[in-house]
């Protein structure tokens, strides 16, 4: 961390008498802000962890899955065991998605598959960037309660949080009258 006044010193103290997860939440919201007005960023303390890995995944909505893969396996948060194997079958079955739809199902299929482990991706209010995390169960809950505080909300990315989801037929139909009718988004 960097002090950079009396008054950091203070937060700094403050910062390190906290529990672990709190001081977390607080390094997230942090970097969130810093990376929210960049010419501000000199009043925030480095968010990252001891250990050099980040906190949060800062995603951007025009990213490509495997820049969002490297982004999440990075995270200090990440849960080992979080399979990949699903991502061929993933990809097969949205491969005419347009960006957004595919990214925001892709992040729904990562969190379905870390909430079978017992982990929640979660998201803080985005705006134009998806900010994320993997936190307990218990976590989430106290992200949500700290959160309204700042002005700021969590949510748990599952199946069905950003994307509608229906049977294969159905979204297929869907697809063909889209193409017919000149909706298809082509990125």
Known sequence: MRQTSHNAAYWHDYARQQPDFEFSVRAIMAQRRALLAPGAAESFHDAESPTGTAGMAVISRAADPRSVRE??????????????DWVAAFDAEHAEDGRVGHLQAFLEEIGEHAFALGTVLASLNSG?????????????????????EH???????RIGRWTPRMNPEQSAAIRA???ANGQLDPS
């Open 71 to 84: 982004q999440l396996t990075s995270l200090s948060s990440y849960p080992a065991a979080l399979p990949w």
């Open 128 to 148: 134009q960037h998806y900010y994320l995390t993997f936190v307990t169960p218990a976590q989430l809950e106290q992200l949500s309660r700290l959160l309204p």
């Open 151 to 157: 002005r700021m909300d969590v949510e748990s990315v």
């Open 177 to 179: 009258w889209a193409r």
